[in-house]
């Protein structure tokens, strides 16, 4: 029932910008924390740019500055705007929700998004 969808990718030069988004849907539980992730070849999945329960961010050192997430909480989405991208960020982004489930919360993951950085 749940639904954890990205979109935004895709092939953009390096300096260039994208906007991703994620939108969750079919579920009525609170939603406890809500952002990105990224894996590159070769590479274990990392956090990008997340929203805590607190409203506070936790936002990666390599995308500081570059990097911005964002969200609107009426629509259960979050984007996340890159600016002055980089080969480097090439990867898979994948949205990640955590949802308050009665006394605990359960992770769910959307199918990811290919961002390629390239000349």
């Known amino acids: 029932q749940v639904q954890v969808v990205e979109s935004g990718g895709g092939l953009v030069a390096p300096g260039g910008s994208l906007r991703l988004s994620c939108t969750v849907s079919g579920s009525t539980f609170s939603i406890y924390s809500m952002g990105w992730y990224r894996q590159a070849p070769g590479k274990q999945r990392e956090l990008v740019a997340t929203f805590s329960s607190g409203g506070t961010t936790n936002v990666a050192e390599s995308v500081k500055g570059r990097f911005t997430v964002s969200k609107d909480n009426a629509k259960n989405t979050v984007y996340l705007q890159m600016n002055s991208l980089k080969p480097e960020d090439t990867a898979v982004y994948y949205c990640?929700?955590?949802?308050?489930?009665?006394?605990?919360?359960?992770?769910?993951w959307g199918q990811g998004t290919q961002v390629t950085v390239s000349t």
């Open positions: 990640n929700v955590e949802l308050i489930h009665w006394t605990t919360t359960r992770e769910y």
